[in-house]
């Protein structure tokens, strides 16, 4: 009689064990295919370093805000993605999406750089750009060939601007090249006199120039290779990305990206 009761007992709970995993696996594809669209209940996270305005940056309230914001969160709507806003180092910006931390780059990187397209894949370009010098008012300094090799310059990590520092410090055209995580960082460098320049995308330079002519001027032309900067989401999520390229053409195509320009380059 006890050996039935066992025997009952033992095959009831192989049949619940049975029963659960079964529901275990249903769950594990929805979580595959929720990766898939990013994340929990489908929204997609987008990673961008925002020190960088007029692309991003933060307001008073810790708010993420600029261009590439608001062009983002209009390719979103239309295109009917969810997405968040994640603020992280610029050289974190392609590991976040190589280990699904992240789904989306917008951070006015620049697609043609190095081997970055080899790692993500970018779409396509939403605004063109260079690299400029940028010095203190009373710098006699006429442009980056004029840098001589007692000198410090500075830029943000990862970045075109700071592989350049590192290599011009590797050339030893220059004293040391000074790579830091925030562009803000790189200015606060420049008024103490840490460094004698910061090589910085011209449009960032120009939003810092707007609130700081008084201590601060751009010498010489711009150099270095021109810049494409474009959105990049996870290599082979081709259907992310051919959403956000529709997306994009079509704020072109309503004059909402003219709008945007006007708005944040003005
Ligand atoms: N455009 C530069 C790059 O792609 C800098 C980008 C940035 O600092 N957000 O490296």
């Not at 529709?246 to 944040?264: I, M, Q």
């Amino acid at each position: 009689m006890k050996n039935t009761l066992k025997t009952m007992l033992a095959l009831m709970l192989g049949i619940m064990m049975v029963f659960a995993m079964t529901a275990c696996g249903g769950s594990s594809d929805s979580g595959d295919s929720e990766a898939a669209e990013g994340g929990e209940g489908g929204t997609l996270k987008v990673v961008t370093e925002a020190t960088f305005a007029p692309f991003e940056s933060t307001d008073e309230e810790g708010n993420i805000i600029g261009f590439d914001v608001d062009m983002m969160n209009a390719i979103a709507e239309s295109q009917g993605l969810t997405i968040e806003w994640v603020n992280m180092e610029f050289d974190s910006l392609i590991p976040a999406l190589q280990s699904n931390q992240g789904d989306i780059i917008c951070a006015g990187m620049n697609k043609l750089a190095g081997d970055r397209a080899e790692k993500v894949d970018f779409g396509d370009t939403y605004f063109e750009s260079d690299l400029m010098l940028l010095v203190k008012s009373d710098s006699d300094l006429t442009g980056i060939d004029a840098v001589t090799s007692d000198m410090k310059l500075a830029s943000q990590i990862g970045t075109t601007g700071g592989d350049m520092v590192q290599q011009m410090k590797e050339e030893g055209k220059i004293a040391d090249g000074v790579v830091l995580n925030q562009w803000t960082d790189c200015y606060l460098q420049l008024q103490n006199g840490d460094v004698q320049g910061v090589i910085v995308d011209k449009p960032v330079g120009e939003a810092y120039l707007n609130a700081h002519s008084d201590i601060a001027k751009f010498v010489g032309d711009s150099f270095g290779e021109h810049e494409e900067f474009a959105f990049a989401v996870q290599k082979g999520n081709t259907e992310l990305l051919d959403k956000l390229n529709a997306g994009l053409a079509e704020l072109k195509e309503n004059g909402t990206y003219e709008e945007l320009v006007a708005k944040w380059f003005s």
